[in-house]
C-alpha cells in the first residue's frame, strides 16, 4: 500500500517553532522560505505515493525535529475531486485557536499566537518501589561494628591532634611576642627549579645576604620605642632538599586544615639545622630562575607553626626584593596581618600606607611593610626596591605587640 506524507502544521509542545523550524530545514536540506511555506498553516504533501517504509523514514525523521507527519493512505487515481466525506473529514480536522481565533489545520500549537491547543498528556509517574529489609548475618554485623568503632577512634585522635596543636599554638603565640629577648629566624635555602645555576647561587649564600632584614627590624623597633635592640636575628640553615607541600586551591576549612597539619609535619621532617638549637622561626625560601616567565607563587607565613614559605628569584641584584618579601613573611609569622586589597594588590588606606598623613597624599615615599607596595595614586603602585623604602605602621606594631 502507498502513502502520502504530509505535514498539517503540528510540531511537539517540546519544541518552540523556530526550534522545529531550524532543524527541518537542516535535515530536509531546505530553504529557509520554503520552510515558511510549510508553517503557513494549510496541509502540505511533503512526497507521495510512497511504501510503508519509506514513509515512515519520513515519519521518524520529522519527529526528530519535533515536526509531526502523518501517514495518509494514497486515494484512487479515478478520483478527481474529493468526495463529500472527504471535505466533511478535511473540515473536522480544523480547528481555532481560542485566543487569537485563528483557523488551521489540526495542530498542537496555533501557527499564529503559539497558544497550545493540545495539553501533552501527563506521563503517569511509576509506583513505589517497595523497601526490601535483607536479614543481616552476625558474622557481618560484626564486622560492620567493628568498622564504625575504628573509624570513630580516627575521629577522636584527630581531634586529640587538634587540640593538641590549638593548644600549642596558644602558647606559642604568647612566648613568640613577649619580646623579652630576640627570635631566632632560621632561613632554608630550597632550588625550586631543580636547576645547576640556582644550586650554585644557593651555596654562595651566606648570612651577612640577610643582615638587611635584621637591620630593619632593629631600626622599626627603635621607631617603636622597643627595649630590645634587636628583635630578629637571621640565621642561614643548610639547603632542603624536598618542596613544600602545595597550598590547597580552595578555602575549605578541613584541606585548609589538612594541609596545615601536612605541612607542620614536613617542617618538622626538613628542618635542617643541627648546629645549636632549632630557631623560633623558620622561613622557607623557594629559589626560582629569575628568567622563567611565570609569575612566582604567592608567599605565605603562618603564625600557628612559626613558619613561612617564600617564593624568590636567585638572582643577586634581586635580592634587596627578595628581603621585603622575607620581612614580610616573618611579621605574618608574629601576627601581623595583611594590609593590601587582595584583588586589586593596592594597599589599604590608612593602615596600608606608610604616611597616611601626607599632603598631596600620593605619591608615597615609603610602603608600608604590611600594605607591600608603595602607593603612587590612588589605583597605582609600585615594589618596593629594598627595606629602606619601607616602614612598619603603628596597626601592624599593634598587631605584633610592639605597642599597646
Known sequence: ???????????????????????????????????????????????????????????????????????????????????????????????????????????????????????????????????????????????????????????????????????????????????????????????????????????????EQFRPIADFFAEEADAHDLPLVEPFTIRLAPTVAALPPAPPQSRNPLAVMWWSLKMRFWVYQNDTFTEGPSPDIKIFTVYHDAGTPDRLENSLGMRKGLFGVVHAYADYRLEPKNQVVIAHEILHTVGARDKYDMATQQPVFPEGYANPDRL????????????????????????????????IGKKTAREIKWIK
Open 360 to 391: 598631596p597624599l600620593y605619591p608615597q615615599q615609603a610602603a608600608e611593610i604590611m600594605g607591600s607596595r608603595i602607593p603612587l595614586s590612588k589605583t597605582q603602585s609600585s615594589m618596593p626596591p629594598n627595606l629602606n623604602y619601607t616602614l
Open 1 to 207: 500500500m502507498l502513502y502520502d506524507v504530509v505535514f498539517h502544521g503540528e510540531f511537539s509542545p517540546e519544541y518552540d517553532i523556530d526550534e522545529a523550524k531550524e532543524k527541518l530545514a537542516r535535515i530536509f536540506k531546505l530553504k529557509p522560505e520554503k520552510v515558511d511555506t510549510l508553517f503557513a498553516g494549510q496541509s502540505v504533501t511533503i512526497r507521495k505515493k510512497v511504501d510503508e517504509v519509506t514513509a515512515k523514514k519520513y515519519q521518524k525523521a520529522a519527529a526528530g525535529c519535533g515536526v509531526i507527519f502523518e501517514l495518509e493512505p494514497c486515494d484512487d487515481p479515478a478520483e478527481t475531486a474529493p468526495s463529500t466525506a472527504a471535505v466533511a473529514a478535511r473540515d473536522a480536522t480544523m480547528v481555532v485557536c481560542p485566543n487569537c481565533h485563528f483557523s488551521q489545520s489540526r495542530s498542537t500549537t496555533c501557527l499564529q499566537c503559539g497558544e497550545f491547543l493540545i495539553k501533552p498528556a501527563e506521563t503517569p509517574r511509576p509506583a513505589p518501589i517497595a523497601k526490601v529489609t535483607v536479614p543481616v548475618s552476625t558474622a557481618e554485623s560484626a564486622a560492620g561494628s567493628t568498622k564504625n568503632l575504628w573509624k570513630t577512634a580516627r575521629i577522636g585522635l584527630l581531634l586529640l591532634v587538634l587540640f593538641i596543636v590549638g593548644m600549642n599554638t596558644v602558647m606559642t603565640g604568647r612566648w613568640a611576642t613577649d619580646w623579652d629577648e630576640p627570635l631566632w629566624v632560621g632561613i632554608y635555602p630550597i632550588n625550586g627549579d631543580q636547576k645547576e645555576h640556582i644550586t650554585h647561587y644557593i651555596d654562595s649564600l651566606d648570612e
